[in-house]
């Protein structure tokens, strides 16, 4: 079991035509971070933010073509050890705040083309109301959100729910401060809609 590792280096080895895979300096080491960039949207996308014009290394141009993704957010030098072992070609970063009605910030190692880029068609909603847009109605004034955050896949309990529920039932209209930032805090991490009013709450703990 131990030997498998370096069998499986000796076969990319083998594939490269024995070219060093980590030979470029910044990115040479597992303690290197890599610089995230500020927006994260991407390479030639059709939004037009950000033009880059990229070289790839000869035995990565073309097909097969590849496609690597990971968490942007990675742990300090995951992008730099991916990137080594995918012929040093640097990760293009997306958020996907700047194309749908949710964050979701992840980097691609790829080969694919740069150019011609065009959108899927229909291009999907781009805010919680243009998603949702029966939730528009009973969105309080003080919840500032206008897309959800990243997508999770665990799942709140109705506990959760239940805690928002009273807090709002307990407070006046608009709740104080207190109230707020903590349904706020609830709402961002679990992702919860605003769909529902003060008045509604009372109500249905009657």
Sequence with gaps: MKGRPMEGNNRKRKRFAGQAQGSRGPLDGNDESMNLPNPMVGFNLPNGLRSVNRSLPAQAIGPPYFYYE????????????????????????????????????????????????????????????EAFPRTKKWWPSWDPRRQFNCLQTCVASAKNLERIRLALTNSEDPPPLGVQKYVLEQCRKWNFGMGWSQQDCSSRAG
């Excluded at 990137?83 to 958020?95: G, K």
């Excluded at 705040?97 to 949710?102: E, G, L, R, S």
């Excluded at 740069?114 to 909603?125: A, G, H």
């Design 70 to 129: 990971n968490v942007a957010l990675a742990p300090k030098g995951v992008w730099a050890t991916i990137s080594r072992f995918l012929f040093d070609i640097q990760p293009e970063f997306v958020d996907s705040k700047f194309f749908c009605a949710a964050a979701r910030k992840r980097g691609y190692i790829h080969n694919l083309p740069l150019v011609n880029r065009s959108p899927l068609l229909p291009l999907p909603p781009k805010t919680i109301f």
